[in-house]
């Protein structure tokens, strides 16, 4: 069956780095964008960065651009969040989730119809 | 960046009863490219509505979605147990993707 699997969750200082894992299996990878979505302690969704299906192009969530870098290995079936810099405001449960849609000129117009159930990451000293 | 606003913040309901969640945002989403998904506790959310109001693959009748431009509704039928969660909006026309901050449906 279609399934997202997350991994490299873990507890990091504040100024440290983690790779984040996302593993499909059940569908063609390589045929579908991706999307990292977090969500804080209590808190709601937040979508953090999103990664076209051949990984030509990527958007970040404003706070973490320059210090969260979302690729791909399509021969692995394999999603990364490289998360560096970390802030206590990064603790949160990360989320991989499948994008379908499609895309214009201008803009893409993925939802989110496969989801993986998350990997923890902890920013503390 | 388009806002999203749910509300009410909790709706408490019997089971049985119907749902009205509302969301609004802060400009007209584009093709009404907006979703809607259930969390529960512990759990991943799970895609309900796309396109503003077409059932994902294997949800219920009882779930319908309506609504354009900037004003967008999910309505329960009838509640059922397994319905109380956490439901967010989101809207997907931008290459910014953004949620709303959910509305809880809770047992009254």
């Known amino acids: 069956q279609v399934q997202l699997v997350e991994s490299g969750g873990g507890v990091v200082q504040p100024g440290g780095s983690l790779r984040l894992s996302c593993v499909a299996s059940?569908?063609?990878?390589?045929?579908?964008?991706m999307h990292w979505v977090r969500q804080a302690p209590g808190k709601g969704l937040e979508w953090v960065a999103f990664?076209?299906?051949?990984?030509?192009?990527?958007h970040y969530e404003e706070s973490v651009k320059g210090r969260f870098t979302n690729s791909r290995d399509n021969s692995r079936n394999t999603l990364y969040l490289e998360m560096n810099s970390l802030r206590a405001e990064d603790t949160a449960v990360y989320y991989c989730a499948r994008g379908y849609g499609g895309y214009t000129d201008q803009y893409y117009y993925y939802y989110m119809d496969v989801w993986g159930k998350g990997t923890t990451v902890t920013v503390s000293s | 960046e388009i806002v999203l606003t749910q509300s009410p913040g909790t709706l408490s309901l019997s089971p049985g009863e119907g749902a009205t969640l509302s969301c609004r945002a802060s400009?007209?989403?584009?093709?009404?490219?907006l979703a809607w998904y259930q969390q529960k506790p512990g759990q991943a959310p799970r895609l309900l509505i796309y396109g503003a109001s077409s059932r994902a693959t294997g949800i219920p009748d009882r779930f319908s979605g309506s609504g354009s431009g900037t004003d967008f509704t999910l309505t329960i039928s009838r509640l059922e147990p397994e319905d109380f969660a956490v439901y967010y909006c989101q809207q997907y026309g931008s290459s910014h993707w953004t949620f709303g901050q959910g509305t809880k449906v809770e047992i009254k």
């Open positions: 400009q007209s989403v584009s093709s009404n490219y």
């Open positions: 059940g569908f063609t990878f390589s045929n579908y964008a």
């Open positions: 990664i076209r299906y051949d990984g030509t192009d990527k």
